[in-house]
């Protein structure tokens, strides 16, 4: 079956970095676009970024353009979304998901569970 399972999350400082990983089993990883979304506290769900099936496509929100950069290794299954220049804001559950079609336009139909990310000094 579809799994997904998010790493990485953490306490950094303001200012400081983490680097978020999904690993991905049950399908063939290079055919999807893997997108990642974030759930601030009582706040909803935000689309931070998305890759596309072969990685020569991005999206970052405006939120976090210029700060996070996504990328993915088809080898060993696994998106990665490295998080520099962290604000508070930034705190949140970070999800990375499945996207329906190669496109990381595509809606989506798996979700992982989530890793954490707590951003404070």
């Known amino acids: 079956q579809v799994q997904l399972v998010e790493s990485g999350g953490g306490l950094a400082q303001p200012g400081g970095s983490l680097r978020l990983s999904c690993a991905a089993s049950g399908f063939t990883f290079s055919s999807y676009a893997i997108p990642w979304a974030r759930q601030a506290p009582g706040k909803g769900l935000e689309c931070v970024s998305g890759?596309?099936?072969?990685?020569?496509?991005?999206y970052y929100a405006d939120s976090v353009k210029g700060r996070f950069t996504i990328s993915r290794d088809n080898a060993k299954n696994t998106v990665y979304l490295q998080m520099n220049s962290l604000k508070p804001e930034d705190t949140a559950l970070y999800y990375c998901?499945?996207?329906?079609?190669?496109?990381?336009?595509?809606?989506?139909?798996?979700w992982g569970q989530g890793t954490q990310v707590t951003v404070s000094s």
């Open positions: 890759i596309n099936s072969d990685g020569s496509d991005t």
């Open positions: 998901a499945k996207g329906r079609y190669s496109d990381y336009e595509s809606e989506i139909d798996y």
